[in-house]
């Protein structure tokens, strides 16, 4: 291998048109900052004038170089410079002149283009935009610009959509139009179609007009929170789809009207206060998560004792609370085995005994029990889109938060895009 060839294989070059003398690099102080500079130079005959577009001939001329100082990636760690001295031609035919062009950077930029697809790769990975800029010897400014140049050339495709969405919010920026912005990803894979900046049916609704008449007939349900204006958006919007609540926020609802039960009883009741503040969280366990048989000392009641005698101590000092309980486990358990009619026949014959805050929930299962029968006979859930909405949570902790609706979601859509194309290449070479 010739010494040009393996100096273009050290960088990765693939223009063959740059050629390097000997002494090729050198050491110098730029910014204050030890760095390499490699001298390279580009010349060849190029086919036409690039300004009037006539063939070339001997009316086009060299006419001396134009040298360009241009970032490239870091060798051994240090900032490296490419000195390229390009090539210029004058043209008789226009009497204009014009600088060969490279693969290796666009026009008018500085940036290489492997350093602009490494600050996409790293913008790809949950870090800091700081902390990309300062690894590869660029300006925040410049990160934020190839993030957004990346984000523009993905458009969003509205003559197709999943059979099966996922629809959540989650708190965005403080300039964002609503309080909260929505998202919403295929069910069945898990990839993240779009982010809107406010969750609001006025605008949500002009936002899904824009996808074809057919793209939104064919989406047959959809996975929802009990948002009310998300239910008046499916039937206006995606005509032939059920909705389907999520199971995670219709046992939220149960579990949390069960912990106001358990709040308000022991502040009325002091002297147990310790007990079910100790061990609230065995009231929310489902019945066969409960072990009745292993024993151990608890220094609330200073003997040894099982999670089952705890819980039906708690439950016999108030038979409200009890009635409340059981409610929820009949509730909970019909969901986890999708028992439609063990949920309806709770529903329809609740205890006179329960707790006015299990009462309010009661009133929203029997308004959804058409919606929380697709739950229980699907198994649909929000689960991917949940685990979305906490890796955005990281971003912008990991940022300390974003000015710009803009650029968050440009970012967010980044990170996912090549998280959920690496997990498919893992899938598939599992498979």
Partial sequence: ??????????????????TFSENWMKDVQINGIRSKVISGILSFQPTHCYN?????????????FKTSRIKMMKLSGFDTYLDLKKQRYKCRHCDRTFTLKTSLVESNCYLSNPLKQAIFLEASHKKSESDIAR?????????????????????LHFNSLPKVLCFDEFKSVKS???????????????KLIDIVED???????????RFSKEAREGVTHVVIDMYAP????????????????DKFHVVQLLSRALNKTRIRFMNQNKEFYNKFKHYWRLLLKAQEDIHSTHYFYSNCFKKQISQQEIIDFLLALDPELKATYDFYQTIKQAIKLRNFDAFHHAIQNPSDLLSPEMKTALKTLTNYQDYIKNTIETSYTNGVLEGINNKI??????????????????????????TFEQKNKRNQTAQ
């Fill in 1 to 18: 291998m010739s010494h040009n060839n393996c100096i273009l294989t050290l960088l990765d070059l693939k223009d063959k048109n740059i």
């Fill in 52 to 64: 009037c577009g006539h063939l070339f001939d001997s009316q086009i001329i060299k006419h001396g």
């Fill in 135 to 155: 690894e590869l010897n660029v300006s925040h400014s410049t990160v934020n610009r190839i993030i957004h140049t990346s984000y523009e050339e993905q458009p």
């Fill in 176 to 190: 964002a139009e609503g309080a909260m912005s929505f998202i919403f990803c295929d069910a069945s894979n898990g």
């Fill in 393 to 418: 949570k990281v971003i912008k902790r990991m940022a300390f938060g974003y000015r710009s609706f803009y650029h968050f979601k440009a970012r967010i859509l980044i990170i996912h895009k090549y």
């Fill in 230 to 245: 998300y239910m008046t958006l499916i039937k206006e919007v995606f005509p032939n789809a059920k909705i389907v609540l």
């Fill in 199 to 209: 969750r609001r049916l006025s605008t949500l609704k002009p936002y899904f007009m």
